[in-house]
């Protein structure tokens, strides 16, 4: 599971490094949680970075309660929930690190733990996302207009379509060797050389495996990083001593 995660390298970094452009304005973010609004790279804007809400909302549910906020790798081309997305709508999800929790010794709660590279250099995460419609109340036609006879340049209060949700979910598969020592799935860090292939690729299953462990680095954080409510450098430093 993949529940907290991290971005905090310089705008012009980024957009350097994923060759796309900021929708809007871009803040480091140091604990990133679910039901939020975050940096995504969806394949029908490629040149953009845009921002869609953590936990993905399937086109025909009822509501838009209860996000998806990871999809398992080794069956998102055939599940309900995923299929759909899974052909048509892919994204890079923009990270520099997540968060893992494990139990702590002596049976003291749980103990979180960053994943990064060692130069914390940002990296994409394979994700799918969605567009949820949510369903127009019928509204009866009285009056003149009913029957054609109204000005049909006139606006009527209410007629604008509902917002869309648009929302994402971020794919895990089994771990590697570091991050098994943490839980027993992982995000699905894409190979840097072809991300733009899970974006146009037909079938990119082949992508969705554990990235290298000898490539990455865990270490344990503050306890702070439990509420999303905290954000701020000083979670993502090592209290090791």
Not at 124 to 153: C, H, I, K, N
Not at 159 to 180: K, Q, R, W, Y
Request: aromatic letters at 10%; a negative charge.
């Amino acid at each position: 599971m993949c529940g907290r995660y991290t971005l905090f390298v310089e705008q012009m970094d980024l957009e350097e490094r994923f060759d796309a452009r900021f929708a809007d304005s871009f803040t480091p973010r140091y604990n990133m949680a679910p039901g939020q609004r975050l940096p995504v790279i969806t394949n029908d804007e490629p040149e953009t970075i845009q921002r869609l809400e953590w936990g993905l909302v399937p086109s025909w549910a009822d509501d838009d309660a209860g996000g998806i906020i990871n999809a398992r790798a080794e069956t998102v081309h055939e599940k309900p929930s995923f299929r759909e997305a899974y052909d048509r709508r892919r994204c890079l999800v923009l990270a520099d690190g997540f968060y893992e929790w494990v139990e702590a010794s002596g049976g003291d709660g749980k103990q979180p733990y960053r994943v990064a590279f060692e130069d914390d250099r940002p990296f994409a995460l394979a994700g799918l996302w969605e567009r949820w419609v949510p369903e127009q109340p019928e509204t009866a036609q009285t009056g003149l207009e009913a029957f054609g006879g109204g000005d049909p340049d006139a606006s009527e209060e209410g007629s604008d379509e509902p917002d869309a949700l648009e929302s994402f979910t971020i794919l895990t598969t089994e771990p590697n060797d570091l991050v098994a020592d943490l839980h027993h799935r992982m995000a699905v860090i894409l190979d840097p050389e072809r991300e733009r292939e899970w974006l146009t690729a037909k079938d990119p299953r082949d992508l969705l495996e554990p990235y290298p462990a000898d490539e990455l680095r865990a270490y344990p954080v503050s306890t702070a990083v439990n509420s999303p409510a905290n954000d701020e450098p000083s979670l993502v430093e090592s209290i090791e001593s």
